[in-house]
């Protein structure tokens, strides 16, 4: 050991002979453009960036971001890992204000597996104080017990990074970081790097402790965690789920990751202000009268709470509060709403020809080729507001429904009509007298213009106050006549009024009236186009306000708008719920946290196929970002519209379980591209609609559509409703730690081959099971996540979805 000690010393001694070695600390102090030489123990991996090209390391007095890209010493930096102990010559720069080494001239590794050192753990206060923070830049830090602002509901990073606001639990500061808000700017944030271990992971609803490497950008300091080591769950809440929705009660399951004590308070969902002193930055107020609680001071790990004497078809704000024996303390809210009174009624219309063939137990299609009549019926029984809300519209397309609107309005009724301001709008001559207002500003503050398409709802919202007349008119084309009558399109008409209400609420936001404060002025009739006003939110700078779950004719109906709701994730989650069978059809899809659960669903052995809108892609040259040659190449069964269809393949819909009646089918549709850019900035809305017979209508459109593809019919198969299926079987607990029983419904087995493959289709177990009687008991050692779990008992088989919890 001393020799190794002796010859470390002379070869730093030998380094320092030629280059003046300084503490980090004193370099830092030095003007940009300077070269240093410094020696200090690497903190972070390739990890921590994917695109590789930064490291930090650091010693007793200081830290520094090394950045190299295509300089000679990339690979040397690229090769560094934890621990390692450098010396290190570089030129002093900033970017944004953070101290970086950049053009290294020398990186020389003197020893490896070194201890990395201990985070310093840093208050909320210390990240917005220079004095204290800028010494600490690109060390070690750890903040404790702070929360997540965000509207996500899983981590993210895009492809250069996305930033997270944090505050204190105490003092929480409406404005996160998507967009970019006056909170987010003042610091901290977290920051994950494209890679990161924690893109895909849920963001808690809770306390949360963080290690990473100090940042800034600007005058924000950023913990820039280096994977999901750093992130350390404190009090949260894991599940939070409405059930049992009547029309005046319904019940909040929730659970704890630590014994908790409760309470639920609830109140009107009405918007009461809006700042408007900066025009980058728009909070809304929500009511906070609370009209009822329920208290529950007995500390437990599962909570439900019913609140009851509710009114019909209404959105409650609720505030779910929970307290450990150490006074930690969590908050969550959501917007929840009552059942309706109403018929429940869904319509499902088509315009193009589907596969009869597929129906089954009496799901009879509809196509139709007159949609602009049928629409212009409903807007004929309005009595009281009809609001539209539509990217695109033109005379060929609309003309029989902007008559309609023009009658609704002479006869008394409010109508009010939104679009997007990217596009033409050719039917705008046919709208005089009927106030429109654009997504985005012509001209004036940036901050009241918008990028990407903007507004890309397609839906018309009549008389939501009404119990029998309330109306949501919604589906996947424009009002054009390529939407409505050449492009196959989906449609659907609902009769719900909290449905009508909801949707109500968004036109509301994105016009800027709210329910409880009017502003007059922008809602008075203008015989012209008019740019969204000040009090007018789009985009990010929505908020959520309203609700996700309703129960619609005594179906589950499920609603996402774009961007506060997280229709990605609810894709996302529906796609990993297939027991059997996948269509998809859509325009678009370069959305990659959607493509993961459809190749796991075909890994997995279920009937997956799917249509993508790519003209070019048997060429390999398809839109930029698409998914179709990674999922093509993966084994998918994905094929192109064909490409000498002059029509556009328009839809955004997945058919999940349709065959599999007994597994919750279910249909995803609505305006939402399964895009980025529709996740994160555009105005969408999302349907879910969990029913048998609206599912086999889908499946029905997407068979004529593979046909005209393929030259080939679709086909149902039922993959586990075979005679070599093992039925009555039953997992438990589920989810678990890893240890979980399998109870049989017959004792004819003696042994069983168990394989557990991950999402990626990756074995990760596999053992020989010994049965004792009907049960079969599993210890593995699993990560925290979803797995399939798959049983051969001597050529019957059993297959389910397997949660493993930390």
Not at 1 to 14: D, E, G, Q, R, S
Not at 146 to 170: H, K, Q
Not at 515 to 534: G, I, K, L
Not at 798 to 806: A, P, W
Request: charged residues 20%; glycine residues 8%.
């Amino acid at each position: 050991m001393k020799k190794i000690y002796l010859f470390l010393t002379l070869f730093i001694a030998n380094i320092a002979l030629s280059q003046t070695l300084e503490p980090i600390g004193t370099a830092r102090l030095k003007a940009n453009g300077t070269t240093v030489t410094v020696t200090g123990i690497v903190t972070n991996d390739a990890l921590f960036d994917n695109r590789n090209r930064t490291r930090c390391f650091q010693d007793a007095t200081g830290g520094l971001n090394i950045f190299a890209q295509g300089t000679p010493s990339a690979p040397a930096l690229q090769a560094l890992k934890p621990g390692d102990s450098i010396v290190i010559t570089g030129v002093l720069a900033e970017f944004n204000n953070l101290k970086q080494l950049v053009e290294p001239l020398n990186i020389q590794v003197i020893a490896s597996n070194k201890p990395v050192p201990a985070p310093i753990v840093v208050s909320f206060a210390d990240l917005q104080n220079p004095a204290v923070a800028e010494p600490l830049e690109s060390m070690l830090v750890k903040i404790e017990d702070m929360l997540i602002d965000t509207g996500d509901r899983i981590f993210g990073s895009g492809s250069a990074g996305r930033s997270y606001d944090i505050d204190e639990p105490n003092n929480r500061v409406a404005g996160n970081c998507f967009p970019v808000s006056a909170d987010c700017n003042a610091g901290p944030v977290m920051r994950i790097n494209p890679g990161n271990s924690l893109v895909g992971v849920e963001v808690p609803r809770g306390l949360v402790s963080i290690t990473g490497n100090l940042g800034q950008f600007a005058s924000a300091y950023q913990i820039v965690v280096r994977g999901i080591k750093d992130f350390e769950v404190g009090l949260a809440l894991e599940k939070v789920e409405q059930t049992n929705i009547q029309t005046t009660s319904f019940e909040l399951k929730f659970s704890t990751n630590q014994s908790a004590k409760s309470r639920v308070r609830w109140g009107n969902i009405f918007l009461v202000g809006v700042n408007t002193s900066d025009p980058t930055n728009y909070i809304a107020d929500y009511d906070t009268t609370f009209v009822g609680e329920i208290v529950d001071n007995n500390f437990k790990l599962d909570h439900i709470a019913r609140l009851t004497g509710l009114n019909v078809a209404t959105p409650y704000f609720v505030e779910i509060f929970c307290e450990n024996a150490n006074g930690k303390k969590v908050t969550f809210t959501d917007v929840y709403t009552t059942a309706s009174e109403s018929t429940g009624e869904i319509k499902v219309f088509f315009n193009k020809p589907v596969d009869a063939s597929l129906s089954r137990n009496g799901a009879v299609a509809t196509v139709v080729n007159n949609i602009d009549e049928i629409f212009a019926s409903y807007i004929d029984r309005a009595t009281t507001s009809v609001d539209v809300c539509i990217y695109n519209a033109n005379i060929a397309g609309s003309a029989k429904i902007a008559t309609a609107l023009q009658n609704a309005r002479a006869r008394g009724v409010q109508v009010r009509y939104i679009f997007g301001g990217e596009l033409a709008n050719l039917a705008h001559p046919l709208l005089n007298n009927i106030p429109r207002m654009r997504d985005r500003n012509a001209s004036g503050p940036a901050a009241l213009q918008r990028t990407g398409t903007g507004n890309h709802n397609k839906f018309i919202v009549i008389d939501p106050n009404s119990r029998l007349n309330s109306y949501v008119i919604t589906g996947s084309g424009n009002f054009t006549n390529n939407g409505l009558f050449d492009d196959p399109n989906n449609f659907l008409i609902i009769q719900d009024q909290a449905l009508a209400r909801a949707y109500r609420a968004e036109f509301d936001e994105m016009w800027g009236e709210g329910p409880v404060n009017p502003n007059s002025t922008q809602a008075s009739p203008s015989h012209s186009d008019f740019d969204r006003q000040a009090r007018s939110r789009f985009g990010g700078q929505k908020i959520k306000n309203t609700p996700s779950k309703f129960i619609i004719g005594d179906r589950l109906v499920e609603l996402y708008f774009s961007p506060t709701d997280g229709p990605t994730n609810a894709i996302r989650n529906a796609i990993y719920s297939t027991d059997n069978d996948l269509r998809f059809g859509l325009l678009i899809l370069t959305a990659d946290e959607l493509r993961v659960p459809i190749d796991s669903m075909q890994n997995v052995g279920w009937d997956v196929k799917g249509l993508i809108e790519d003209e070019n892609a048997v060429a390999d040259n398809v839109v930029s970002g698409s998914d179709f040659i990674w999922l093509r190449d993966r084994g998918v069964n994905v094929q192109t519209y064909p490409s000498g269809v002059t029509r556009q393949f328009h839809h955004k819909y997945a058919v999940i379980d349709a065959v599999r009646t007994t597994s919750d089918p279910m249909v995803v549709t609505g305006s939402f591209n399964w895009t980025s850019s529709a996740e994160n900035n555009n105005d969408e809305n999302l349907l879910i609609i969990h029913d048998a017979k609206i599912a086999n209508m889908f499946r029905q459109e997407f068979g004529e559509r593979w046909f005209e593809a393929t030259n080939f019919r679709d086909a149902y198969l039922l993959a586990l409703d075979e005679p070599n299926d093992i039925s009555g079987a039953v997992v438990y607990p589920n989810p678990s730690q890893g240890k979980f029983t399998i109870r049989l419904s017959d004792n004819l087995y003696t042994s069983a081959q168990m394989r557990i493959v991950d999402l990626q289709g990756k074995i990760v177990d596999e053992q020989t099971l010994t049965i004792n009687g009907r049960n079969l008991q599993v210890n593995t050692r699993l990560s925290k996540g979803m797995y399939i779990l798959q049983l051969n008992f001597e050529g019957k088989t059993f297959t389910r979805k397997l949660v493993i919890t930390e």
